[in-house]
């Protein structure tokens, strides 16, 4: 019963996270130094058929052993996705409740960035791992970003 709270609660999280967490495109861009691309994202966010910002949140549970080396490769992925053109956002959140939890929130700026980043050898860092038993379990949720914050 208690899982079935915790797993319930973690979706209702999660969905909220996705729908109102999500930071505006000209700070995330601005912040990776992509100016240019802030600001073309904010013309086309005003046309009603732009294509909307992609984003990830991934909740992830690692297995105890395995924490320095899943911080050691987070690290290195979440520092390689920022410098993707594509990649507005890649942050790596640990839960104050349980050590080996975390969350990833990643912002694209669309589905052909993710397909990118999924190219990437600092994808490979984290899809190793996982293929490796170092995750005990992995939860994504896709989001689009509807209402940036300015």
């Not at 990776?32 to 013309?43: D, P, R, Y």
């Not at 046309?47 to 050691?72: G, H, Q, W, Y």
Request: glycine share 4%; proline share 3%.
């Amino acid at each position: 019963m208690k899982t079935a709270v915790i797993r319930i609660l973690s979706f209702l999280f999660l969905s909220n996270f996705c729908a109102s967490f999500t930071p505006s495109l000209s700070s995330a861009a601005s912040s990776i130094g992509n100016k240019n691309q802030a600001l073309k994202m904010s013309e086309t966010n005003s046309n009603e058929s732009a294509t909307k910002p992609f984003s990830i949140v991934v909740d992830a549970k690692i297995e105890p052993a395995r924490r320095e080396e899943f911080l050691d490769l987070i690290e290195k992925d979440a520092v390689g996705s920022r410098a993707e053109a594509g990649c507005l956002r890649f942050d790596v959140l640990e839960s104050q409740d349980e050590p080996n939890r975390f969350f990833f929130y990643e912002v694209y700026t669309d589905t052909d960035a993710v397909a990118f980043h999924k190219e990437q050898p600092h994808f490979a860092l984290w899809t190793d791992f996982k293929a490796s038993g170092g995750v005990v379990s992995a939860t994504s949720f896709k989001c689009d970003g509807l209402f940036m914050s300015s």
